[in-house]
């Protein structure tokens, strides 16, 4: 079956600007997570959706928000970009809640920002 | 606060020899631990896990031990072959979250 599918791949924009991930699970999976990759940092979790809630959180400012449609497919937003914010996002998905099953990641968004 | 932490940010190894991966964490909370691997331009791959009830799983070429009171988890890889070569992400679950490390680039040589 399909895997995790992000998009768009690559993108570039200035700071000031806002942007929009998205993200579509493997099919059956309810549970999306969203990661922030930089170099030396790891992966540092942003949140987590599962039925379309909230469930879990990371310590990430206000400007970075998500959501989750009905069917299961996931999109984060950051606004007011910083050069901070440049990074590689990725997101996972799982059958269970709280992403607690194996996590199926998806090849990630390239963000740059200048 | 970082609460899954890779020490070394970078591992050389001859092929046939055996690479072992460290990864401490802080939080005694932490009931299940995770190896991902990753390639360039790809997402990271499940690789191998251990509850933290077991002190050993194995899989393959692929070992993962457990010592819960000294908060450390090692993988072995032997013999490490010239695909081995990626970057290897320790995790943790807790909090109904994974925490993951900052990765080891892990280089077997020819």
């Known amino acids: 079956k399909a895997g995790v599918t992000q998009t768009p791949r690559y993108l570039i924009k200035t700071r000031g600007q806002q942007v929009t991930l998205s993200c579509s699970p493997i099919s059956g999976h309810r549970s999306v997570s969203w990661y922030q990759q930089t170099p030396g940092q790891g992966l540092q979790f942003l949140f987590e959706y599962f039925s379309e809630t909230q469930r879990n959180k990371g310590n990430f400012p206000g400007r970075f928000s998500g959501r989750q449609f009905s069917n299961s497919r996931s999109e984060m937003n950051v606004s007011t970009l910083e050069l901070g914010d440049s990074a590689l996002y990725l997101c996972?998905?799982?059958?269970?809640?709280?992403?607690?099953?194996?996590?199926?990641f998806g090849e990630g968004s390239r963000l740059t920002v200048l | 606060d970082q609460q899954v932490k890779q020490n070394s940010p970078s591992l050389s190894v001859q092929e046939g020899r055996i690479s072992i991966l460290n990864c401490d964490y802080t939080n005694s909370m932490f009931d299940y631990f995770l190896w991902y691997k990753k390639y360039p331009a790809e997402g990271p791959t499940f690789l191998i896990s251990?509850?933290?009830?077991?002190d050993k799983n194995e899989d393959g070429r692929f070992t993962v031990f457990l010592n819960k009171s000294a908060k450390h988890l090692s993988l072995h890889i032997v013999p490490s072959q010239p695909g081995d070569s990626a970057v290897y992400f320790c995790?943790?679950?807790?909090?109904?979250?994974?925490?993951f490390g900052a990765g080891t680039t892990v280089t077997v040589r020819a």
């Open positions: 995790a943790a679950r807790g909090d109904y979250k994974l925490s």
């Open positions: 996972a998905s799982s059958s269970l809640e709280g992403g607690v099953g194996e996590l199926f």
């Open positions: 251990i509850s933290s009830i077991k």
